[in-house]
């Protein structure tokens, strides 16, 4: 049952850290820091793999014949992992607008600085 609880609690763990970086990386995006919002995406779909890889290791245990009780905290671990890949996910797209936004804005002020006149 230790192991259990260890493999639930590394999945809470490494969930929310995915979904704190996704978090960052939303609000360095929105800075317009594409390049370490980028990173900070990158960081966040790695912990969601060793979440994932958690979360695989109990279902193979299962699949062989171990089950486990499911606890109020196994159900919050897979709230977690999947908060986070959610939150990831539309981070990717948030980002994306900025990085949009950002671009636009950084043509059209280049073009009214640029003297056009008409």
């Keep these: 049952m230790e192991e259990y609880q260890e493999i639930i609690m590394g999945i809470i763990t490494n969930s929310g850290v995915a979904k704190s970086k996704a978090m960052e990386a939303i609000a360095l995006a929105q800075k317009g820091n594409s390049q370490l919002a980028a990173e900070r995406l990158e960081e966040s779909k790695a912990e969601l793999v060793k979440a994932h890889k958690s979360q695989t290791r109990l279902i193979q245990q299962e699949a062989g014949g171990t089950a486990h009780e499911v606890t109020l905290l196994m159900v919050h671990a897979q709230d977690h992992l999947m908060s986070a890949i959610t939150t ?13 936004l950002n ?14 006149n008409g």
């Design 103 to 116: 671009r636009y804005e950084e043509i059209t002020n280049h073009t009214s600085i640029g003297g056009n």
């Design 88 to 100: 990831k996910d539309l981070a990717g797209h948030m980002i994306e607008l900025y990085n949009r």
